[in-house]
Nanobody, 118 residues
C-alpha cells in the first residue's frame, strides 16, 4: 500500500495550494481519508477528513479556507487550501483509515512540505 502526496511548495500569505494524495494497493472507497499536518516543534495534528460517503469535516482553524475532496474512481484525495497564512506552514500527511473518526490510521503517506511566507 502506498499513499503519495504532492502539490506542496513555498507560497506567500494569501496564496492557494492544492494538495493531492494518490493511493495504490488499496481500494480507496473502503477507507475514510484525511489530512494531518506537523509544524516544526509541534505534534502532528488533524486537519480534515472525508468519509466513505463524502461527508467532510474540517478543523475550525481551516474552515472556510480548506476543502477536502475525494475521487474514488481515481483513487485520489485532494485538499484545496486558500488564503494560506504562516500558521499553515507544516508537513502535510495523507492518511487512510478503516474507521471514522480517524483516531486509528491504517496507512500514512510520507508527507509534502507546505511553507507560507508572510
Amino acid at each position: 500500500v502506498q499513499l503519495v502526496e504532492s502539490g506542496g511548495g513555498l507560497v506567500q500569505a494569501g496564496d492557494s495550494l492544492r494538495l493531492s494524495c494518490a493511493a495504490s494497493g488499496l481500494i480507496l472507497r473502503t477507507y475514510a481519508m484525511g489530512w494531518f499536518r506537523q509544524a516544526p516543534g509541534k505534534e502532528r495534528e488533524f486537519v480534515a477528513a472525508v468519509t466513505w460517503t463524502g461527508v467532510t469535516y474540517t478543523v475550525t482553524s481551516a474552515k472556510g479556507r480548506f476543502t477536502i475532496s475525494r475521487d474514488n474512481a481515481k483513487n485520489t484525495m485532494d485538499l484545496q487550501m486558500n488564503n494560506l497564512n504562516s500558521d499553515d506552514t507544516a508537513v502535510y500527511y495523507c492518511a487512510a483509515a478503516k474507521t471514522y473518526p480517524l483516531r486509528r490510521v491504517d496507512y500514512w503517506g510520507k508527507g509534502t512540505q507546505v511553507t507560507v511566507s508572510s
